[in-house]
């Protein structure tokens, strides 16, 4: 095996691995990726067994062959080398791969290559699917990955829920709910295909977050395959899949206010400063604030008795009667940094009921679900 490649193509490859390969593991070899060389160039895998990644890239190809090499050890070399080209060789009947540049040499031991676990499903076909434009999967996967539940014990919210959704026109949506039981985040973009039937599936938190990485690189629509495992993601010759989880999501609909009893619209940069200035003198552990509706404005206190105080009015349009309520700043704040509308609505029943805050312009598909706190 032996082959020539730039080194920033080198790095593009490793670099895009780093946040699947396992750190620590039973299995040594999920640590490392795997090359396979060709004429055709180079395809490089990496997996931890639950998310795995498929990328081709340029090389020279002088001799044929694979091998798996440390993916976090390849990747400080080829960050570090000396030129802008590396060379590769791997003798016959070695593990021992000899890594070239200028008059950097190393030698890095790798593992057979027979022995790395397989990658795509044998039931998934990337060549059929639903398709969705890049920056409309960037923006479901940026409005609901904050609110993934971290708690291992909460099965069931340690993922987003994807279903298709058939919205007025005509229109179908991809749409993404997530949920810590705290808060809750909602999201569609349109889709190309037909939702194979009528599924809704679970996808990890890592996952989503390897793959909104992907997203950001090219241009181009991204194919999505479900398999009865698995979902692959996939746009020219990168493929992208991960495990879905097991566990019952929600019902999501229950949580979703049906109504309101007070609405406010407020401009969401005025909101966003106001809620950062205000939480300056909340707790550090849980961000409480106060809601005020009162005379038809909006005020936002916090107070803190070894602190301080902070208290904002902002100019809002207010409809229904008073109230006071309370809620934690951040969720707010991480709602808010993920809508891009000029103006948001926030609509309140009561003082424990959940809040609704979704985009002024009356999207449908877009919304956010925040808790009240108790307050003293």
């Known amino acids: 095996m032996e082959f020539r490649i730039a080194k920033d193509e080198l790095i593009r490859a490793l670099s895009r691995v780093q946040g699947i390969v396992e750190k620590r593991s039973t299995n040594p070899i999920i640590a490392n990726v795997l090359f396979e060389v060709s004429s055709d160039g180079m395809k490089v895998s990496a997996t931890d067994t639950e998310v795995s990644l498929i990328g081709h890239y340029a090389v020279e190809c002088i001799q044929p062959g694979s091998l798996t090499l440390g993916a976090r050890q390849l990747y400080e070399i080829a960050r570090l ?29 790798g593992l057979p290559a027979d022995d790395f676990p397989p990658i795509l499903p044998a039931d998934v076909d990337v060549g059929d699917g639903l398709e969705i434009e890049a920056a409309d999967l960037k923006a479901i996967i940026d409005k609901t990955l904050f609110s993934i539940s971290s708690d291992d014990t909460r099965t069931g919210l340690n993922g987003a829920h994807a279903e298709s959704i058939e919205l007025p026109g005509g229109r179908t949506h991809l749409r993404f709910v997530s949920t810590d039981g705290h808060r809750l985040s909602l999201a569609g973009r349109p889709l190309t295909g037909t939702w194979t039937a009528q599924r809704s599936v679970l996808l990890p938190k890592k996952g989503l977050a390897e793959l909104r990485k992907l997203v950001d690189v090219g241009d181009g629509p991204w194919r999505i395959v479900l398999g009865e495992t698995q979902a692959v993601f996939n746009r020219g010759t990168t493929a992208f899949s991960m495990r879905l989880l097991e566990g019952d999501f929600p019902d999501y609909k229950q949580v979703v206010p049906a109504g309101w009893q007070r609405r406010i619209l407020v401009g969401r940069g005025h909101l966003v400063q106001a809620l950062r200035r205000v939480s300056i003198l909340a707790s550090e552990k849980s961000h409480p604030v106060r809601f005020h509706i009162t005379g038809g404005t909006l005020v936002i206190t916090a107070k803190q008795p070894e602190a301080g105080e902070a208290r904002e009015e902002l100019e809002a349009t207010v409809e229904g009667s008073d109230l006071e309520i309370g809620f934690n700043a951040r969720y707010f704040l991480d709602a808010l940094g993920e809508m891009t509308t000029d103006d948001v609505a926030i609509e309140i029943g009561d003082s424990l009921s959940p809040c609704l805050v979704r985009p002024g312009d009356g999207d449908a598909d877009e919304l956010f679900v925040v808790m009240p706190m108790r307050l003293e």
């Not at 590769?88 to 890095?108: C, D, H, I, T």
């Open 81 to 109: 080398v000396p030129t802008d080209s590396v060379s590769f060789r791997l003798p016959a009947g070695s593990f021992l791969m000899e890594v070239n540049s200028g008059k950097a040499q190393f030698k890095v031991l």
